[in-house]
């Protein structure tokens, strides 16, 4: 529950106005801890509701479907494939195609088969994520009282202009600012208590934003909280900024941009001027962080101990399970004592048995079983595979515990950029030909930052390679988060290397992992292995002045 007063904060002084408006918009969460499956009825009805009167909703007969199992008959289970024509009708103009909302926006993220594919989003469906942060950042203050007494750094990248030309949808195409899923009164309200502020994030170009964020986070020796999605953020943050290290310190020197620290600036550029940004001690600039928030399961886990590490004092909450899609858990508690659970008032969620094909609410679904998260929004989906696989922990209350596994289909996630098969492979027949040299293509963990390497088996030929990267790099850039992670500098550019036997000495390095007689070579490998190195044992140089060649 939320509870107030500690040593640090004192019960009798009252809460900042912003946290006391986050309590209130987190009671319906604490009311579904104890009834979660009531606070998921209600989720299903708001959805069907918005869905009445609609072009899918006539298609699925909304009006006779009065509850869950009604709903499950009437609507099959369906893959993003299944929703994008009626979001292509979104796109042309047509309205009442999957809510009777009006769609205000169409956000981007990373398609199977696409580069990129654009999720619905309303007024109300953000309203329904707002439940679900507000639960989270009431919980969190509450349990951390010594949060209230710093300011807080929420990763800000660049507004980057979304890949689709303006034209081609009648509809906003963007993400929707960081006060739509606050509130306006709770985002005012929280902005003096930001460390960087958001107007950041409208600064020309990526590196721009760095050198800015960098400034303003060290002006604040009172940095609590850092919140960012991938553990790789910060660190490709502090890498973008380093080349401008000297005048940051000139700028928080003599007062341009934040208030003068002469002597914090001096000391500070004693301690950090002469290491490389992964070597800055980061607990020197900022001695008081307590949690960093951030991507901790599957692939970020490394990154995110990596990151706590630099700040010895912090715990790690690790992020729940949120995507453009919707959002399924939020976490509670931080460090060992964290646990996930289901924002059960934000969506209606199922858990869905990969193998059998059966669904069950996912407040009913049972415990220690791998399940597919399948998401009903007020956006407009309706029942739809989300790809994340999930299994049920336990309770908090009445809350199931929901821990993520990771991915159910072939993804790669280095640093959140899900690049996956489908998208991957025809830009590869494209620049490669089809069929082409035999070729993979491969996540390289030995860099920093990663790549992702194409690995083909030929002769090596440099001004070809150099136009063919080229032409790999854009087709990658085809992906949304590909594109970002890129621009933020979290991924390193793509490489392409050229080896008359790769094939021999790739599938010689898959064994090492695969069980004797199943080496599998597929052409688009997600499992981050150190590639650059691996190949360097094989004779392969990857970075070498002689590209692609063997020594």
């Known amino acids: 529950m939320i509870r107030q007063g500690s040593p640090d904060v004192p019960s009798a002084q009252p809460p900042p106005p912003w946290l006391a408006a986050l309590a209130r918009d987190a009671r319906p969460f604490e009311r579904a801890r104890r009834d979660a499956a009531a606070a998921q009825r209600a989720c299903l009805r708001r959805a069907l509701a918005a869905g009445q009167g609609t072009a899918f909703g006539r298609e699925h007969g909304f009006d006779a479907t009065a509850d869950a199992r009604a709903y499950a008959r009437a609507v099959p289970v369906r893959t993003w494939e299944d929703v994008a024509p009626y979001v292509d009708r979104i796109r042309a103009g047509e309205r009442s195609v999957l809510t009777s909302e009006p769609v205000d926006r169409l956000e981007p993220t990373s398609g199977s088969t696409s580069g990129t594919k654009w999720i619905p989003s309303t007024p109300n469906f953000r309203r329904d994520v707002r439940k679900a942060v507000a639960a989270w950042l009431a919980s969190l203050y509450a349990e951390r009282p010594k949060l209230r007494a710093g300011c807080s750094y929420w990763a800000l990248s660049p507004s980057t202009p979304p890949p689709m030309t303006p034209g081609a949808s009648a509809v906003p195409v963007g993400f929707a600012r960081d006060a739509d899923y606050l509130g306006p009164t709770v985002a005012r309200l929280f902005r003096d208590h930001l460390a960087v502020p958001d107007s950041v994030a409208g600064l020309d170009g990526a590196e721009v934003v760095a050198r800015t964020s960098l400034l303003h986070l060290l002006a604040r020796a009172d940095l609590r909280l850092i919140s960012v999605w991938s553990p790789t953020f910060f660190e490709a943050l502090l890498r973008r900024a380093a080349p401008h290290l000297d005048a940051i310190f000139r700028d928080l020197a003599g007062g341009r941009g934040v208030p003068a620290q002469p002597g914090r600036a001096r000391r500070l550029a004693r301690l950090w001027s002469a290491g490389a940004p992964d070597a800055w001690p980061l607990a020197a600039a900022w001695p008081r962080v307590e949690v960093v928030s951030c991507w901790a399961d599957a692939w970020a886990a490394e990154p995110a101990r990596r990151l706590a590490a630099r700040f010895p004092s912090a715990v790690v909450q690790p992020k729940g399970l949120m995507s453009t899609e919707g959002v399924v858990s939020i976490p509670l508690g931080a460090g060992e004592a964290c646990r996930h659970v289901l924002a059960a008032t934000s969506h209606y969620v199922e858990g869905l048995d990969p193998e059998t094909g059966e669904t069950w609410p996912m407040v009913e679904a049972p415990h220690g079983r791998r399940l597919e998260v399948v998401l009903t929004t007020r956006a407009g989906l309706y029942r739809v595979r989300t790809g994340d696989l999930v299994e049920l922990r336990g309770h908090v ?78 087709g990658l850039r085809g992906n949304y988060h590909y594109a970002h992670a890129r621009n933020l500098g979290q991924l390193g550019p793509v490489r392409l290397l050229r080896h008359p036997g790769m094939a021999s000495l790739v599938r010689d390095i898959r064994s090492r992992w695969a069980q004797q007689g199943v080496v599998k070579e597929p052409v688009f490998d997600p499992r981050p292995r150190p590639w650059s190195h691996l190949l360097r044992e094989a004779g392969v140089r990857p970075d070498g002045e002689q590209r692609g060649s063997a020594t």
């Open 397 to 474: 209350d009445a809350i199931p515990v929901v821990a993520f596994l990771g991915r159910a289909r072939e993804v790669s996630d280095l640093v959140g950029e899900k690049l996956q098969a489908g998208a991957v492979e025809p830009v590869l027949d494209r620049v490669l030909g089809r069929p082409g040299p035999w070729r993979t293509i491969v996540p390289d963990a030995s860099t920093t930052p990663p790549r992702y390497l194409v690995l083909a088996e030929a002769e090596p030929r440099e001004e070809d390679d150099e136009a063919a990267e080229a032409d790999l790099e854009r």
